[in-house]
C-alpha cells in the first residue's frame, strides 16, 4: 500500500501550547499579537509523515531574517500523523517586542518547505500560503486545504 503524501494541513500561530497536542482538537487561532503579548507558538499537524522525516519550525523577523530560536525535533519514529507545537516565541520585555511588522513562522520537513505561517498586522487574519508564497485560506478556513508534497526547491 502506497504512503500517502505529506501534508501540513493544519497550520496556526496560538497565545499558548494546549496540554495536549491533538489533531482533532486545534487550539484557538490568534491573528496578530502586540509588543505587549507574552509570547507566540506556531501549532501544527502533519500528516502522511514517513519514518526517520526530520521536521523543523523557524520564525522569520519583519527583515526576512530567521530569529534565533528554531524547534528541531528528533527523527520521526513511525510513519503517520504527528502534531506539534514550536518552541516559545517570548514577546513582551524582549528585543522581539521591538521588531514590529510581519513575522512569519515556517515548517519544513528534510530541509524543504511545507508551510509558512504570517502573523499578520492587527485586524487581519493569519494568511498560510503554500511554499510559493500562494495562499490557501486563513486560519479558521483553512482545514481541507493543504499542500502536498511536491516541492520544486529545497528551503533557503
Not at 502506497?2 to 497565545?15: F, G, I, S, T
Not at 522569520?60 to 528554531?70: E, F, I, V
Request: a neutral charge; aromatic letters at 8%.
Amino acid at each position: 500500500m502506497p504512503l500517502a503524501a505529506r501534508e501540513v494541513n493544519q497550520a496556526m500561530m496560538v497565545a499558548s501550547a494546549p496540554s495536549i497536542c491533538d489533531p482533532s482538537n486545534p487550539p484557538v487561532a490568534k491573528s496578530s499579537f502586540l509588543s505587549t503579548d507574552p509570547q507566540a507558538i506556531l501549532w501544527f499537524v502533519i500528516t502522511g509523515a514517513v519514518q526517520s522525516d526530520m521536521v523543523v519550525a523557524d520564525f522569520k523577523t519583519p527583515t526576512g531574517a530567521t530569529y534565533p530560536l528554531t524547534a528541531n525535533w528528533q527523527a520521526l519514529a513511525t510513519s503517520g500523523t504527528y502534531c506539534f507545537t514550536s518552541r516559545t516565541l517570548q514577546i513582551a520585555g524582549t528585543d522581539v517586542a521591538t521588531m514590529t511588522g510581519t513575522w512569519s513562522a515556517r515548517v519544513t520537513i528534510n530541509g524543504i518547505m511545507y508551510a509558512s505561517v504570517v502573523e499578520a498586522p492587527p485586524c487581519t487574519a493569519i494568511q498560510p500560503t503554500f511554499a510559493d508564497g500562494r495562499p490557501w485560506g486563513a486560519v479558521g478556513t483553512c482545514h481541507g486545504h493543504r499542500r502536498r508534497a511536491a516541492p520544486a526547491a529545497a528551503a533557503e
